[in-house]
Every structure is written in structure tokens, then in C-alpha cells.
């Protein structure tokens, strides 16, 4: 029997009435004749499992693997590509809800011999290129980056690249994919006149914040690691880091104070210190940059952050110069306001709100230096830059 021209993998655990709304739309949406259908039960511990066995048996179409752990979408997703055998696979999310002529269209849209991947119009969690109603008619746009909510992939391609990166754990495996696809040539494009309903974060939002704020750090350090900036791929990746909130950060952060810290443990607690002590009512984060090899700075990094809401640690990152090292922790800041220190710094009261009120009475996106709201320590530092973050 030849193979369908589209296999679908399905990943779910749990939110059975979510799972269940997204495999009607597919069923009641699909030509039978273009599909199987793959759905991985990750350990299910509610109405999942005999939901999904209910459904099998009037659905043809229709495998269910069942996983005695919560395996990652990454590690699903390459289990499940080793195991079907369509011409296309597809990767669709179970909190997606589809309507007709979903997958005619992505196959059409996938169709010339040079593109790798075609996705969907939605109304939530993707690359900004994609948020957005469908147009009937308005055919495909070549798009650097596609969300994996809904993806549709040639095998084709799959065998040129590889699998995914399974050192991605819950997010940011789609991107990197996305990459590594145009870096061997591919291209990728957003089918206009499709639509798929995303309602996005069930996975991550389900996780204890501290392992929210954990996972997706890393998955942000490690696709700013595989793809650094200075190349047309890398600062794609900046810029999409800088358009994605970080699922696990508070709202309303003013500025996002880097620090480059490298003068040694005490130094660097003596600017933290001031930095927190003048500034007590102005919502602000602190990055600081690990750039000692003393082993003992990092190690009080670390325990000041589990102390403290509002300081993150980063690095160090190996033999990386400062200036990349401190463009990665502007990339993963969510403040407004971008300001750039030196672990020699010692702030006196006041000094952020009046920092901020200068760059705000700016007009223009220029560099503000404002070097006389600091008391300079004995180290020498100085403010280097404060910047607006501009946001599309």
C-alpha cells in the first residue's frame, strides 16, 4: 500500500477536552484519503487514554502510542517521524482547532520543488508573520521563521537536515528547525489563505513557574549558542527574541540593567547591592553577565538569584568577547529600557527614575549618557549605554 501523502504527529497529555475539539476539526475537515494520523498520549492521566481508545476504533485514520513518561515535543516529534511513512509530516499542536481545507491548502502552498515547510495564518502564539486572518486567494509568502503548532514538512527535507534538536525542551525547536532548513538551502513560506486556530502555552503554562523561568532561559541561551548574531540567520533569532515575552516574566519592567561582571565577587556584590538599594519603587531587572573565571563570582550570582526576584543570572558562555556576551543578554531582556553597566558602578537613591525620565524626555531613539546620576566606584565603571528597546 503506498503511503498517504501527509502523516501527522499529535502530541498530547492531559486537557482531554482540548485534545478531543482539535481531532474532531481533523476529522470532520480531512480528506481521509491525505492522511494518517499519529497521536502520542504522553502519560495521560485524566480521560485522555480511553477518549483516545474510543476514538480509534471508528477512525481507520487513526494510532495511538501511549508513553509511560512526558516525553519532550522534540523527542515525540522524531519517535513519530521514524515511525510513519507519508510523503509530508505534519506536526500539529492539540490545543489547534482546523477548518476546511486546511491541509489541500499547506500541501498546495508546499508544493514547488525548493520550499521545505508551508504553515497556517493564526491568532496566537507564532512568529509575528503569521498572526493574522487568512486571505482567500492570497497564496504563499516566503517567510524566515514558521511556528510548529502546525507545520507541514517534505520528508524530503527531513532527510536532508535531520532530526530535531532534542536538547530543546519544550520551545524553541521549531526556530531552530526553521533555521537549519534555509541554512541547507530550503525555503519556507506562510500559506495566506489558511487558517488554524492556536491557543498556545498549555505545556509551559501548566509547569511550576520556577521551571517555566528555567526551561525557556535555556532553550533561549542555547538557539542564541547554535546561532549567534552577526549572520542574516542569527539576527533573525535576536529578533524574535526580542518579539516573544518570555512566558515566565512579570509585565511592566521598566528597564533591564545588565551587568558585566568581572571584577570579582565583591565588587560585583557591592554594585548589586546599590543598584537594588536605589531603586526600590522602580519596577526593574537585573541581568548579570558572568564574565569572572574566578569560579567564586558566579557562585554568589547564583545564590543572590535564588534570593532575589528580579536578578538573572547569565554565562558565562566560553570564550566569547564582552561585546557578544552582553548583545545574548540584551536579546533575552524585557525591560524598555536597556542599561549597561560595570560591576565597578555604585549606584546612589534615585538614580534609575532619573535615568528613565531622562531618556523619556528624549525625543529621538538616541544613546543617552547621563554618567553624573552614578557615584563611580573605585572600579571605574560608568553607565555605557541606556537605549529604548523599540518593539514591533
Not at 491525505?34 to 485514520?61: F, H, I, K, Q
Not at 537594588?276 to 554568589?300: C, I, N, Q, S, Y
Not at 535564588?306 to 561585546?323: E, K
Request: charged share 25%.
Amino acid at each position: 500500500m503506498s503511503p498517504k501523502p501527509v502523516s501527522v504527529v499529535l502530541l498530547c497529555r492531559d486537557r482531554w477536552a482540548d485534545t478531543l475539539r482539535c481531532l474532531r476539526s481533523l476529522k470532520r475537515h480531512t480528506d481521509p484519503r491525505l492522511y494518517d494520523l499519529l497521536v502520542y498520549d504522553n502519560a495521560s492521566r485524566d480521560a485522555t487514554p480511553a477518549g483516545l481508545r474510543l476514538l480509534a476504533r471508528g477512525w481507520p485514520e487513526l494510532r495511538v502510542v501511549t508513553n509511560r513518561r512526558n516525553v519532550p515535543f522534540a523527542a515525540a516529534v522524531n519517535r513519530g517521524v521514524r515511525q510513519t511513512r507519508g510523503r509530508h509530516v505534519l506536526w500539529l499542536n492539540n490545543d489547534t482547532v482546523v477548518g476546511p481545507g486546511w491541509l489541500e491548502g499547506l500541501l498546495k502552498a508546499v508544493a514547488p520543488q525548493d520550499v521545505a515547510a508551508a504553515g497556517p495564518m493564526t491568532d496566537h502564539m507564532a512568529p509575528p508573520r503569521q498572526l493574522g486572518a487568512a486571505r482567500p486567494g492570497a497564496g504563499t509568502a516566503s517567510t524566515p521563521i514558521l511556528g510548529g503548532f502546525c507545520l507541514l514538512v517534505k520528508r524530503a527535507a527531513v532527510e536532508d537536515v535531520g532530526p530535531l534538536d532534542e536538547r530543546f525542551l519544550w520551545g524553541w525547536e521549531d526556530v531552530d528547525y526553521c533555521l537549519r532548513l534555509r541554512q541547507a538551502g530550503w525555503r519556507l513560506v506562510l500559506a495566506r489563505g489558511v487558517f488554524v486556530s492556536h491557543v498556545g502555552n498549555r505545556t509551559i503554562d501548566a509547569m511550576p513557574a520556577a521551571g517555566r523561568r528555567r526551561t525557556d532561559l535555556a532553550n533561549r541561551v542555547l538557539i542564541q549558542e547554535k546561532w549567534p548574531t552577526g549572520g542574516a540567520l542569527g539576527d533573525d533569532v535576536r529578533d524574535l527574541i526580542r518579539r516573544s515575552p518570555a512566558p515566565w516574566h512579570p509585565p511592566g519592567t521598566a528597564a533591564s540593567v545588565i551587568v558585566a561582571c568581572r571584577g570579582g565577587a565583591a565588587a560585583v556584590r557591592a554594585c548589586l547591592e546599590s543598584l537594588r538599594r536605589g531603586a526600590p519603587r522602580t519596577p526593574f531587572e537585573v541581568l548579570a553577565v558572568d564574565m569572572a573565571d574566578d569560579g567564586r563570582t558566579g557562585a554568589l550570582l547564583h545564590r543572590l538569584a535564588a534570593r532575589r526576584a528580579g536578578l538573572r543570572v547569565l554565562g558565562p558562555w566560553g570564550p566569547v568577547g564582552a561585546p557578544e556576551a552582553l548583545n545574548r543578554a540584551a536579546a533575552l531582556a524585557r525591560g524598555e529600557f536597556l542599561l549597561f553597566l560595570d560591576d565597578g558602578v555604585r549606584a546612589e537613591p534615585g538614580w534609575l527614575s532619573a535615568l528613565l525620565a531622562a531618556a523619556a524626555a528624549r525625543t529621538e531613539p538616541a544613546v543617552v549618557e547621563e554618567e553624573e546620576e552614578l557615584a563611580a566606584g573605585q572600579g571605574g565603571g560608568s553607565v555605557e549605554r541606556l537605549r529604548r528597546a523599540h518593539r514591533a
